[in-house]
């Protein structure tokens, strides 16, 4: 299993970014997605999960209203869109795999079984 993290870089305030995750080695639609996010100094918190068909999202009470997750199965490829960008958004965001059998979706990073290597968000303020 290869989780490809891609789309980060520098945005001012108020910007947009959209983040990607390309997935490998695995049926990617049987699986639960997240997003993650750690800023320097600080521990990696969760942002976005989105369950196998996209019924259910979960979304971090800092970025709700204003980050979008999504998923193309086909694509193996899982979204962040992320809108109206704050100085606090910036981090390394991480996408990761959650492979239980369950139709819900999970906040925590001990659920997730697969990260991919990180993607660099800054917003200048």
């Known amino acids: 299993v290869q989780l490809q993290a891609s789309g980060g870089g520098l945005v001012q305030a108020g910007g947009s970014l959209t983040l990607l995750c390309a997935a490998s080695?695995?049926?990617?639609?049987?699986?639960?997605m997240g997003w993650f996010r750690q800023a320097p100094g600080n521990e990696r918190e969760f942002v976005a999960a989105?369950?196998?068909?996209?019924?259910?999202?979960n979304y971090a009470d800092s970025v709700k209203g204003r980050f979008t997750i999504s998923r193309d199965n086909a694509k193996n490829t899982v979204y962040l869109q992320m809108n109206s960008l704050k100085h606090e958004d910036t981090a390394v965001y991480y996408c990761?795999?959650?492979?239980?059998?369950?139709?819900?979706?999970?906040?925590?990073?001990?659920?997730?079984?697969?990260w991919g290597q990180g993607t660099l968000v800054t917003v200048s303020s």
């Open positions: 989105i369950s196998r068909n996209s019924f259910i999202k």
């Open positions: 080695g695995r049926t990617f639609s049987n699986y639960r």
């Open positions: 990761a795999e959650d492979l239980r059998p369950s139709s819900g979706v999970s906040t925590l990073r001990p659920d997730y079984d697969y």
